[in-house]
């Protein structure tokens, strides 16, 4: 079965900092990847997605993700933290066929301190 | 109105009641999930409708019963909940043809037992 960890539960950085939230599968094949970000009170919304071809994702709000089949992991990346980033990032495993099951990560907490 | 909806935003219940959780996405996609979301745990999905057809039940109990009546609707109806069924109840809907398209979110429904 698919799985995901995310070993950081809580992350404080200052605004201007650099960003990497990690994030570890467990899939028996190439898996399909995806970062989601939450707001408060708020529904899942896509960050970014990596499916196949170039390890290397862009996403929206200038964050970054790189995949790396030896390490199973695909790390959270953004080279400078803006305030209204703090939020909870959630990433998943999604299964290839069918109607693509997905598995979440339990999340990361983003704390942004002036 | 456009992507995921969810109506109610918030319901406060007893256990004795019953209520229903309205979602509705249009964005045309074939396959629709609930998740339930917890405080401190894991995204849990709860059930999937693939063209309508349910296609996964995640151990759900019998006091959830999801309906499916077409591609754009979903509904879960809750009857005798319990206390510990207080959540952030979420709905998604992706493509469904297992081509790796992510899951879109509407924004919760915030749901209270007493």
């Known amino acids: 079965a698919q799985s995901v960890t995310q070993p950081d539960i809580h992350i404080t950085v200052s605004e201007g900092a650099s960003l990497e939230l990690r994030c570890n599968y467990s899939?028996?094949?190439?898996?399909?990847l995806f970062w989601y970000v939450q707001s408060p009170g708020q529904g899942l919304q896509l960050l970014l997605k990596?499916?196949?071809?170039?390890?290397l994702v862009q996403g929206i709000k200038g964050f970054e993700a790189e995949f790396k089949r030896s390490q199973s992991s695909f790390n959270l990346r953004k080279p400078s933290v803006h305030w209204s980033d703090a939020a909870e990032y959630f990433c998943?495993?999604?299964?290839?066929?069918?109607?693509?099951?997905?598995?979440f990560g339990t999340g990361t907490k983003l704390q942004v301190i002036p | 109105e456009t992507g995921v909806t969810q109506t109610p935003r918030h319901l406060v219940m007893g256990m004795t009641n019953k209520k229903s959780l309205k979602c509705e996405q249009h964005?045309?996609?074939?396959?629709m999930y609930w998740y339930k979301q917890s405080a401190k745990k894991p995204l849990e999905l709860m059930f999937v409708?693939?063209?309508?057809?349910?296609?996964e039940n995640n151990s759900v109990p019998s006091r959830f019963s999801p309906e499916c009546p077409n591609s754009s609707h979903l509904f879960l109806h809750l009857h005798t909940l319990q206390p510990e069924d207080s959540a952030l109840y979420l709905c998604?809907?992706?493509?469904?043809?297992?081509?790796?398209?992510?899951?879109?979110f509407g924004p919760g429904t915030r749901l209270t037992v007493l």
């Open positions: 998604a809907s992706s493509q469904g043809d297992g081509s790796g398209n992510e899951q879109f």
């Open positions: 964005l045309g996609h074939n396959a």
């Open positions: 998943a495993v999604g299964e290839r066929g069918g109607y693509q099951k997905v598995t």
């Open positions: 409708y693939n063209f309508k057809e349910q296609t």
């Open positions: 899939y028996g094949a190439t898996p399909y």
């Open positions: 990596y499916f196949s071809g170039d390890t």
